[in-house]
């Protein structure tokens, strides 16, 4: 939406409204400092317009970084008219933090968009690396993991499952990650590799927030009891 797209330039703009009532006197040096970080904020801010998430979420991505290039604008305004802050000059920043948090809130929500597929199947680094997008996104909307032993090939596995599952080779077995699943979906999973190939034990558990180090932790133990 092009109004979306503008709003962080009109609070850019708005911040600099001390400029038409005062006369440059005051420190120009730190309020072009300022001046260009407000800049730069506003700019991303109006990418954040076209980033690929639920309105919600783009609005107060939008909005928290507008406010805070109106905030730094503010200042910046201020510190080359050489003008007095006023107490009130921080609620920008107050607000902006907390359209951020609120993206945040709505962005790992039931609308929050799947991660991205892997090239094939990712390795244990790939985990460690996604290990804060995977926990973030289970505090919101549950996950259903799936973790098993077998010599299966990669490629074989990737084959198994549906588009938007992730999958990871670590040391003793493999993680499946089953992104807006249910638990009734990994059993069909379950039956459908245990037919496939053979599986020396494995373990199921539907993930609704926490460390991911501590469900794999669990998983692996189930799985270990089994074999």
């Not at 998430?53 to 507008?66: E, I, R, T």
């Not at 000059?89 to 968009?113: D, H, I, N, V, W």
């Not at 084959?159 to 990871?168: K, P, T, Y």
Request: aromatic share 10%.
């Amino acid at each position: 939406m092009r109004w979306l797209f503008l709003l962080p330039w009109g609070l850019f703009l708005l911040g600099l409204l001390p400029l038409a009532l005062a006369e440059p006197l005051g420190q120009v040096d730190r309020g072009l400092g300022l001046l260009l970080s407000a800049l730069f904020l506003a700019a991303t801010a109006s990418l954040f317009s076209r980033f690929p998430v639920a309105f919600s979420v783009q609005f107060f991505l939008v909005l928290g970084l507008g406010l805070l290039a109106f905030q730094l604008a503010l200042e910046s305004a201020l510190a080359v008219a050489g003008l007095e802050a006023p107490g009130y000059t921080a609620l920008g920043g107050t607000l902006g933090a907390l359209s951020l948090a609120m993206a945040f809130f709505l962005g790992t929500g039931r609308e929050a968009p799947l991660l991205p597929a892997l090239e094939g199947v990712g390795s244990q680094e790939d985990l460690r690396r996604l290990a804060g997008a995977l926990e973030g996104l289970a505090l919101r909307r549950p996950l259903v993991l799936v973790y098993f032993s077998s010599p299966v090939p990669p490629e074989r596995l990737q084959a198994e499952l549906r588009r938007g599952d992730l999958a990871f080779r670590l040391t003793g077995g493999y993680l499946l990650v089953l992104q807006g699943s249910r638990p009734e979906d990994a059993a069909g999973l379950i039956r459908r590799l245990r037919e496939r190939f053979p599986l020396s034990a494995y373990a199921v558990e539907r993930w609704q927030g926490g460390s991911l180090e501590s469900v794999l932790a669990r998983l692996e133990a189930e799985a270990l009891l089994q074999s």
